[in-house]
């Protein structure tokens, strides 16, 4: 029936599947001089864009007519194949390993592709053979999942048309934000209660090293004029000019060690008053209060919510703690 459907031009509707892929597979997509892809593109018909950037992980977006992208695919399941075939040839493993590939979904699609009570993504496993698995959680700083899918090429082809006409039959609700693979890891530095990551001539605030962070939190104060209170991000005073340290240049980050022995090691406690949308304190909240926790965890703060007033559209959150602890609350309550 599945096959009928898609002869019939009813699925031959424009189509966009995006894949995750690590460095060595797009080599292989690509070919000697491009001629790989440049094949694939002319054979299949289907656009096939691979991102830039030098990512351990590249994300290939193909595109088209619906049976343009199954060509497309069944070429890349194909190269794929001859790839581990020509691994082997040279190892002495004996069984030959699975096909694998990294679909990125919309996170708003993986209910339907999963099914009530997973019937679905079981239906699709059995018909085509194939292995299916949708990731629990979202890609960073995304709402996309990925979606692995491992077996024969033949399988694998089958399995990428089921989950096309799933993906026509309910499209995306609201707006997705696209994953973005990140760049290999930049070193990262700490200054004033605070995680940097260094790009091209600036530190660069970066919010997932805050585990470290609360570390730090717990033994210094943001580094501040004496007498002067502390603001959000410390300013400093470099070369005459006041800068926010949201943004630094690298020298002044150098000039101040993490840990700061001379500074007063517990600075007296003081409170800070925030007030957050409603529509965003769930986010800041999380699930059954994890990522509130999560904040009070790291930043070493107490952080009190105010139950939602009647009438407002806003809601008062109260961070107690040292200048760096409330400091360091505040970048994580703002980086949710």
């Known amino acids: 029936e ?18 995750l892929m690590h460095g060595k597979e797009v080599g292989s997509i690509i070919g000697k001089k491009g001629e790989t892809v440049k094949k694939m593109r002319e054979e299949s018909g289907a ?10 992980e590249r994300i ?66 059995e018909s085509t053979g194939a292995q299916v698995q949708v990731a629990g ?7 996309e999942r990925a979606v ?12 990428v048309k089921q989950i096309c006409v799933v993906m026509l039959e309910s499209p995306p609700k609201g707006a997705t934000i696209p994953y973005r693979p990140k760049p290999a890891s930049t070193p990262v530095i700490f200054a004033g209660g605070q995680a940097y990551t260094i790009q091209g001539q600036y530190a660069i605030p970066h919010p997932d090293q805050l585990t470290k ?8 104060t943001p580094f501040t004029p004496l007498g002067q209170t502390t603001p959000a991000f410390p300013v400093l005073t470099v070369a005459g000019k006041q800068r926010s340290s949201a943004v630094l240049p690298l020298q002044v980050i150098t000039m101040f060690p993490c840990i700061c022995p001379g500074l007063d090691a517990s600075p007296p406690a003081s409170t ?54 409330i400091s360091l609350a505040q970048y994580l309550i703002n980086a949710r």
Do not use: W
């Not at 692995?148 to 399995?159: E, K, M, R, V």
């Not at 962070?213 to 210094?220: P, V």
């Open 148 to 159: 692995t899918i491992s077996g024969t090429p033949d399988a694998i082809i089958q399995c």
């Open 2 to 19: 599945m096959e009928s459907k898609v002869s019939e031009g009813g699925l031959n509707v424009t189509l966009t599947i995006r894949l």
């Open 60 to 125: 290939v977006t193909i595109t088209g007519p619906t049976d343009a992208i199954f060509k497309a695919f069944a070429m890349i399941a194909y190269k794929f194949e001859e790839d581990i075939t020509n691994s082997m040839s040279n190892s002495t493993a004996t069984s030959k390993p699975p096909v694998t590939l990294r679909l990125v979904v919309p996170a708003s699609q993986c209910g339907s592709l999963i099914g009530k009570g997973g019937s679905k993504i079981k239906e699709i496993r």
């Open 272 to 325: 800070h008053e925030l007030t957050i949308p409603n529509d965003l304190i769930g986010c800041i909240i999380g699930r059954q209060g994890t990522k509130i926790n999560e904040i009070r965890q790291m930043s070493g703060a107490q952080i009190k919510i105010a139950n939602a007033t009647e009438g407002s559209s806003e809601r008062q959150i109260t961070i107690t703690g040292t200048p760096a602890n």
């Open 47 to 56: 656009r096939i864009n691979i991102s830039e950037g030098n990512c351990p």
């Open 137 to 143: 959680d979202m890609l960073p700083n995304s709402t």
């Open 213 to 220: 962070l609360h570390q730090l939190a717990m033994q210094q």
